[in-house]
C-alpha cells in the first residue's frame, strides 16, 4: 500500500510544485484577481462564473503553502472535476503566499486570524459569490470557520481538514517538540504538515515540500502568516445539547466534514474540535493509511467523501458512475461507524487496529466526558 501512495505522491506533486511537466487543469479557464478589503489586498484565484442557484467551492490553504501546491492533487484529480464541473470554485491565498509574492514592505501589519477570515466577504461580494461551500486546511480550515461563526448566511457546508480549534498553537508546539525542532521555521512547519515516521519515510514528498516552504515563498512574509495562525485565538463554539440550548448556543449552523490522516500530527486536534461541534451536523472522516495532507496524497478518496457530502446537500442528485482507473470502488470504500465512548480521548478504527490519545503535551482546550463520535473510516 505505501508504494503505491509513493508512487501517487511523485506523480502528482512534482509538476504542480515546478509547474513544468505536466497539465495543470486548474490554470484553464481561470481568471486570478487582487481584491481590495479593509484589512489589505487578496491575491485570489477564480475558475468559472458564479452561479446565482449553486454556491461556489471556497478554499484556503494551510501555513507554509499556497492554493496550487495545497489543493491541485485534489482538484486535478478526474473525480473531483465531475464534481467541480457543477460549481465554479474561488480558491484564496493568504495575504503575502501566492507565485511570486512581493516581500512585504518595513513595518508592514500581518492581518489576524480574525481579520483574514474578515476580508472575505468583501472578496466574496466583489466577484458575486453569494454563498460557499468551504474546503480548508489548518490555518485555512480555522479561517473559513471563523467566516461561518461571523456570516452564517454565506456558508452553506464546510470540508475542514486538520482543523485545530485550540488557541496558540499548542499542535504545533507538540509536534515541533517530538521532531527536535525549535528554531527553523520550515522544519517547524513541516512538523505541522507531517508526523515524525512520515518525515524520515516519504522522502520524495518531504523534499519536494521542503524545497517549495524555503524557496517559493517569501520567508519574511511565510514568518508573518505563521506568527498570526500561532497567535490565533481559540475558537468559541460549543457542542449544543438538544432540548436545552440549541438556538442560543454559539456553534457552526452549517453542516461539517472535518477530514484527518489517521497518522497525522494533527489528530487530536481534529478530535477535539469534533467534541464542539453539533453531532448532528458534523461528521469525523478519518482516513486510513493516511497522514498530515490527505488531500494530497489521497486525492481520489477524498474526492469520493466530498462527492458524498455534496450529494448529501442536494446539489447533485445523480450519482456520478464515472471513476477514474486509480479510484476505489464506492461500495467498498466507505464505511459510516458510530462509536460511543466515554471521553474524547480516541477515535479507532474500524479495524480496531489504530487509536490515538489526544493527551498530548501543551494541550489547552478541555473535551467533554461524554460525547459521541461520528466517524466516517475510508479504508482499502
Given at each position: ?43 485570489v484565484t477564480m475558475r468559472g462564473v458564479a452561479r ?329
Amino acid at each position: 500500500m505505501m508504494e503505491e501512495l509513493h508512487d501517487v505522491q511523485l506523480t502528482e506533486i512534482k509538476p504542480l510544485l515546478t509547474g513544468q511537466n505536466g497539465r495543470n487543469l486548474q490554470d484553464f479557464d481561470c481568471q486570478e484577481h487582487d481584491v481590495e478589503t479593509a484589512h489589505g489586498v487578496l491575491h485570489v484565484t477564480m475558475r468559472g462564473v458564479a452561479r446565482g442557484n449553486r454556491p461556489t467551492i471556497l478554499t484556503y490553504h494551510d501555513i507554509g503553502l499556497n492554493h496550487k501546491s495545497c489543493f491541485n492533487s485534489l482538484f486535478n484529480y478526474e473525480d473531483m472535476q465531475e464534481v467541480t464541473q457543477h460549481f465554479s470554485v474561488l480558491h484564496v491565498d493568504a495575504p503575502g503566499q501566492q507565485e511570486n509574492a512581493p516581500v512585504f514592505p518595513s513595518g508592514y501589519q500581518y492581518p489576524t486570524m480574525d481579520q483574514l477570515a474578515e476580508m472575505l466577504p468583501s472578496v466574496l461580494t466583489q466577484l458575486h459569490v453569494k454563498s460557499v461551500i468551504g474546503i480548508g486546511v489548518g490555518a485555512g480550515a480555522f479561517i473559513l470557520t471563523k467566516l461561518a461563526l461571523n456570516e452564517p448566511s454565506l456558508v452553506e457546508s464546510l470540508v475542514l481538514i486538520n482543523i485545530d480549534p485550540c488557541a496558540k498553537g499548542w499542535m504545533d508546539w507538540a509536534a515541533a517538540k517530538l521532531s527536535g525542532w525549535t528554531s527553523n521555521l520550515v522544519d517547524i512547519i513541516m512538523g505541522h504538515h507531517f508526523s515524525p515516521d512520515e518525515l524520515t519515510e516519504n522522502k520524495e514528498i518531504i523534499q519536494t515540500y521542503r524545497l517549495h516552504i524555503s524557496q517559493d515563498i517569501p520567508q519574511d512574509n511565510l514568518a508573518m502568516f505563521y506568527n498570526s495562525y500561532d497567535s490565533r485565538t481559540e475558537l468559541q463554539i460549543e457542542r449544543p445539547v438538544a432540548g436545552m440550548n440549541e438556538n442560543t448556543v454559539k456553534t457552526l449552523r452549517c453542516p461539517a466534514l472535518l477530514v484527518v490522516g489517521d497518522t497525522s500530527p494533527a489528530v487530536d486536534a481534529v478530535v477535539e474540535c469534533n467534541s464542539r461541534m453539533n453531532p448532528t451536523k458534523t461528521t469525523l472522516l478519518k482516513m486510513a493509511d493516511c497522514g498530515g495532507l490527505p488531500q494530497v496524497v489521497q486525492p481520489g478518496k477524498l474526492a469520493e467523501a466530498f462527492k458524498y457530502f455534496v450529494q448529501g446537500m442536494g446539489y447533485i442528485p445523480h450519482v456520478i458512475k464515472h471513476l477514474s482507473s486509480q479510484s476505489v470502488p464506492a461500495a467498498g470504500m466507505t464505511r459510516l461507524v458510530r462509536s460511543r465512548t466515554h471521553s474524547a480521548s480516541s477515535v479507532s478504527s474500524t479495524d480496531g487496529s489504530r487509536s490515538r490519545s489526544t493527551t498530548g503535551d501543551g494541550a489547552n482546550c478541555s473535551s467533554p466526558k461524554h460525547m459521541v463520535v461520528h466517524t466516517t473510516e475510508i479504508s482499502t
